[in-house]
């Protein structure tokens, strides 16, 4: 098995919550520790509190992948008599690295909203609020007849497709010039000499993000020393991501069966606003604190809207919306992403055999108590 490096995993969770996506404001990624030390055993946990991280070092965990950020404003000292200081320095002292996957898992597809969503039982769903969309663009390559189809395979795993397609792209037959100079090392043709060739101009619509490789995996493919290619930037909108998610429940139910069935699929207590014989099915559910999306769920047109850290004015103004809401706490609408995220690694970390044991932090529970 290949030994794993800490930028080894944290180039997985970039994968399957792209750090690209996180909002401005947020703090995600690798911010603690060397990108290049061995990994052997990984821990999750939702918060990176003190608890969390004595956990890690004392299980001899080189990396903690955490959804909170530890370092979230900027620091202007480092020192141990600093509460956060300390946590820092425990943590460096253990050789534990730490990752924080952020606002970007849960914008992501899959991510925690869509897990949210799915525990609570909505179908149909769609992003609540977009806040972007992926930038496109059209790459052109022209490809002698013989080595088309090794192109297009080579191309089609980074190319995008169109709804319920794949595998999308454009042919047109040409013929294409070149005099090979001196010192060139041409597949077809002889240096000096003029030479037409039988090629084809293949299309494809490609997501800036995915570029480099693409790029990478065109000259492995190509047959020519210096393939034409052509990068065309387009005003076509990609795929599009954002906040929370909204979908329907197969049936209707009364706002306090709702409650009810929110509290023992997510195992925490709930509070509710609205009348509790109020028939919902069109719901909104955002992750950890989602009252700035009260318009957008009523907006479009929810019935009520699921998430953490309502206010006693978020609540007036739902009620003004005609909007239900129910409140399952910030770690109750969070803790999702600890299994779920140690799954993903364990399932990508064996895909790539790369030798790493994923551990979940059992011992978090939430910050405030209920009594």
Same mark, same amino acid.
């Given at each position: 098995?290949?030994?794993?490096?800490?930028?080894?995993?944290?180039?997985? #969770?970039?994968?399957?919550?792209?750090?690209?996506?996180?909002?401005?404001?947020?703090?995600?990624?690798?911010?603690?520790?060397?990108?290049?030390? %061995?990994?052997?055993?990984?821990?999750?946990?939702? +918060?990176?509190?003190?608890?969390?991280?004595?956990?890690?070092?004392?299980?001899?965990?080189?990396?903690?992948?955490?959804h909170h950020p530890l370092l979230f404003?900027?620091?202007?000292?480092?020192?141990?008599?600093?509460?956060?200081?300390?946590?820092?320095?425990?943590?460096?002292?253990?050789?534990?690295?730490?990752?924080?996957?952020? %606002?970007?898992?849960?914008?992501?597809?899959?991510?925690?909203?869509?897990?949210?969503?799915?525990?609570?039982?909505?179908?149909?769903?769609? #992003?609540?609020?977009?806040?972007?969309?992926d930038e496109l663009l059209k790459l052109?390559?022209?490809?002698?007849?013989?080595?088309?189809?090794?192109?297009?395979?080579?191309?089609?795993?980074?190319?995008?497709?169109?709804?319920?397609?794949?595998?999308?792209?454009?042919? %047109?037959?040409?013929?294409?010039?070149?005099?090979?100079?001196?010192?060139?090392?041409?597949?077809?043709?002889?240096?000096?000499?003029?030479?037409?060739?039988?090629?084809?101009?293949?299309?494809?619509?490609?997501?800036?993000?995915?570029?480099?490789?693409?790029?990478?995996?065109?000259?492995?493919?190509?047959?020519?020393?210096?393939?034409?290619?052509?990068?065309?930037?387009?005003?076509?909108?990609?795929?599009?991501?954002?906040?929370?998610? #909204?979908?329907?429940?197969?049936?209707?139910?009364?706002?306090?069966?709702?409650?009810?069935?929110?509290?023992?699929?997510?195992?925490?207590?709930?509070?509710?606003?609205?009348?509790?014989?109020?028939?919902?099915?069109?719901?909104?559910?955002?992750?950890?604190?989602?009252?700035?999306?009260?318009?957008?769920?009523?907006?479009?047109?929810? +019935?009520?809207?699921?998430?953490? +850290?309502?206010?006693?004015?978020?609540? %007036?103004?739902?009620?003004?919306?005609?909007?239900?809401?129910?409140?399952?706490?910030?770690?109750?609408?969070?803790?999702?992403?600890?299994?779920?995220?140690?799954?993903?690694?364990?399932?990508?970390?064996?895909?790539?055999?790369?030798?790493?044991?994923?551990?979940?932090?059992?011992?978090?529970?939430?910050?405030?108590?209920?009594?």
């Open positions: 098995m290949k030994t794993a490096r800490v930028a080894d995993v944290v180039g997985i #969770i970039n994968g399957f919550a792209p750090f690209r996506l996180a909002e401005e404001w947020d703090a995600v990624g690798l911010q603690i520790g060397d990108p290049n030390a %061995t990994v052997e055993r990984i821990m999750v946990a939702l +918060d990176p509190r003190q608890a969390a991280v004595t956990a890690a070092i004392a299980a001899d965990c080189q990396l903690l992948a955490v404003k900027p620091l202007k000292k480092l020192v141990t008599t600093d509460p956060q200081g300390a946590l820092v320095m425990q943590a460096v002292r253990g050789n534990l690295a730490v990752a924080a996957l952020h %606002t970007n898992y849960d914008i992501a597809q899959n991510g925690l909203n869509d897990l949210l969503a799915d525990r609570v039982g909505l179908t149909d769903c769609q #992003i609540l609020k977009v806040t972007g969309s052109v390559v022209f490809v002698p007849v013989d080595h088309v189809a090794g192109v297009m395979t080579a191309l089609f795993k980074f190319c995008r497709g169109s709804g319920n397609y794949r595998d999308c792209s454009y042919r %047109t037959n040409g013929t294409g010039t070149f005099t090979p100079l001196v010192g060139a090392k041409p597949f077809i043709g002889t240096v000096g000499q003029l030479e037409e060739v039988a090629e084809e101009r293949l299309e494809f619509l490609l997501p800036k993000r995915s570029l480099s490789p693409a790029i990478k995996a065109l000259l492995a493919a190509h047959p020519y020393e210096e393939p034409a290619f052509d990068l065309y930037p387009l005003a076509n909108p990609g795929d599009e991501f954002g906040l929370g998610r #909204i979908g329907r429940l197969p049936e209707p139910l009364p706002l306090l069966d709702f409650a009810r069935k929110v509290s023992e699929a997510l195992q925490t207590p709930v509070r509710f606003c609205g009348d509790p014989q109020r028939s919902v099915r069109k719901i909104a559910v955002c992750s950890g604190s989602g009252a700035s999306l009260l318009r957008e769920a009523h907006f479009k047109g929810a +019935d009520l809207l699921l998430t953490g +850290d309502l206010k006693h004015h978020d609540a %007036t103004d739902a009620e003004l919306m005609g909007l239900a809401l129910v409140d399952a706490g910030h770690f109750g609408t969070e803790m999702l992403m600890v299994n779920a995220v140690a799954t993903q690694l364990r399932k990508d970390l064996a895909q790539r055999s790369l030798s790493v044991e994923v551990l979940t932090h059992s011992g978090e529970a939430p910050l405030f108590q209920v009594i």
